[in-house]
Nanobody, 121 residues
Framework: QVSLVESGGGLVQPGDSLRLSCTAS????????MAWFRQAPGKEREFVAR????????DYTASVKGRFTISRDNAKNTVDLQMDILAPEDTAIYYC??????????????WGQGTKVTVSS
């Protein structure tokens, strides 16, 4: 069983930056793709970004490309999401997810509890 704990959410103004972090338990972190998803009020959860086990493959949803940056540190079992130029439509609960199969891009099996991001003036 893997435990994922997110941190870094908060209330910011439009145009501000925020950095989310997710720490995973276990000693096989470096074998799995990690991703960030988000769920806005009244909407379904959506994919935000993913990074492969070795950082060689990185993808973003179109609405955050150029503003968000995903990164990972396999030595620390962490995956971060740097969010710049935040807009009100980025308001959501952000979830960290870990793949369920090693060296595979999708098939997320483990999820964190989420961290809330509110962008408002």
């Amino acid at each position: 069983q893997v435990s994922l704990v997110e941190s870094g959410g908060g209330l910011v103004q439009p145009g501000d930056s925020l950095r989310l972090s997710c720490t995973a338990s276990g000693d096989t972190f470096s074998m799995y793709t990690m991703a960030w998803f988000r769920q806005a009020p009244g909407k379904e959860r959506e994919f935000v970004a993913r990074i492969s086990w070795n950082g060689g493959i990185i993808d973003y949803t179109a609405s955050v490309k150029g503003r968000f940056t995903i990164s990972r540190d396999n030595a620390k079992n962490t995956v971060d999401l740097q969010m710049d130029i935040l807009a009100p439509e980025d308001t959501a609960i952000y979830y960290c997810a870990q793949g369920g199969r090693p060296f595979t891009l999708d098939d997320y099996k483990y999820w964190g509890q989420g961290t809330k991001v509110t962008v408002s003036s």
